[in-house]
């Protein structure tokens, strides 16, 4: 079997200014400082890109800079719109694609999800695809279904070699901001079918690969419970990634979990 590196993110989504962005990344950079065996990273909001990426550079931290959002096409007239190579020049290292809020909120398609997963491989970049059900799929018997519909079209045209720079996250909609968290056996459930899915789609090497991690109202005190199921390999946070020591302990919760 494959040794998989724990993976956990910080989704910072709308929130910091220009002060409490800087505070907060130099607050978990101090707080990772002894924390070793765990690919970290922090996304913070387009305008404070550059000034997390200077902090995380003067200060020699290992902890990645990623991008909640950006567009497939490299330039034109698409006022709003981020490339990919604006991100690469703010020291970006990694891009999310298809979080829920994007899905449901802003009213992203599985297709145009594809289509940015494929640019952020294209760049070089790590996609961190996320999928998940909302309550009334969940209720209605429908998370299979509806996880596997998003993964299936999310990898479309991505192939097995390009799986090295993709990271899946699980999360499901119901879970978000909402204190409602999966049961570790519910959450290890679907990641399970995912990776299986996943051996269907390429082949067992790529699906042993690749990290699955969990987000929904994950904490420090219920993280190592979640992260000690075999097929979860750390998590995409919210809200308790704006505290520097609550993300530490769920960063420090993902190393070296026994599966």
Known sequence: MTERKPFVGG????????????????????????????????????????????????RGSAVKLGAQDCYHKPDGAFTGEVSLDMLKDCGVQMVLCGHSERRHVIGETDELINTKTRAVIDAGLTAVLCIGETLDQRESGHTDPVNQRQLRAGLAEISGDAMANVIIAYEPVWAIGTGKTATPEDAQGVHAKLRKLLAQMYNNEVADRTRIVYGGSVKASNAEELFRCPDIDGGLIGGAALKAPEFAGICKAAVKQPK
């Open 11 to 58: 989704n910072w989504k709308m929130n910091t200014n220009r002060t409490t962005s800087a505070d907060l990344t130099r607050q978990v950079v101090d707080a990772l400082n002894t924390v070793h065996g765990v690919e970290t990273a922090v996304f913070p909001p387009f305008p404070y890109l550059l000034a997390v990426r200077t902090i995380l550079r003067d």
